[in-house]
């Protein structure tokens, strides 16, 4: 760890763990963040993993013109101001256009996943339905702790 720095946690070993007990082998999640609900499938039963990995691959496609033009100017704004911190520290923000988005930045910082949780009423309001086997993506600001000496 470099000075100044907590310890840096172990890797983390729940990627092949079960996401649900017992195992399903398809799911919807929904993420405030987005307006399509996510699908994840596995024969073998959905892990952690594959819910890690769909959010990451949503995180990563690229914005709609439509999609970028609709925010509200604030919300532009924090994009493009968190933009290069969250990809790439080097990359000029002016820099950033309505074709260079990603989801990920209009994430709000909220970039570590927190969990799921079971939520009927969201469920019932965004489908419009009570779908069994969807959960809603709960998602945090990363936590950075300093030692100040």
């Not at 079960?18 to 799911?27: D, K, Q, V, Y």
């Not at 999609?67 to 969250?86: D, F, I, N, V």
Request: net charge negative; with cysteine; charged share 20%.
């Amino acid at each position: 760890p470099k000075p100044g720095y907590d310890e840096v946690p172990e890797a983390w070993k729940g990627h092949s763990e079960s996401a649900t007990l017992p195992r399903l082998n398809h799911m919807t999640l929904l993420c405030p963040l987005f307006d399509a609900p996510i699908r994840v499938e596995s024969d073998e039963g959905i892990t952690c993993g594959d819910i890690i990995n769909a959010l990451f691959s949503l995180a990563q496609g690229a914005i709609s013109y439509e999609g970028w033009k609709a925010l509200p100017y604030l919300e532009k704004q924090e994009a493009r101001s968190l933009a290069p911190s969250m990809r790439c520290p080097a990359m000029a923000w002016s820099a950033l256009d309505p074709q260079s988005m990603v989801y990920l930045d209009t994430w709000h910082g909220q970039v570590v996943f927190a969990g799921l949780r079971r939520d009927p009423h969201y469920v019932k309001k965004r489908l419009g339905w009570a779908n069994p086997v969807c959960f809603v993506v709960e998602l945090a600001k990363p936590v950075h702790s300093f030692k100040c000496e």
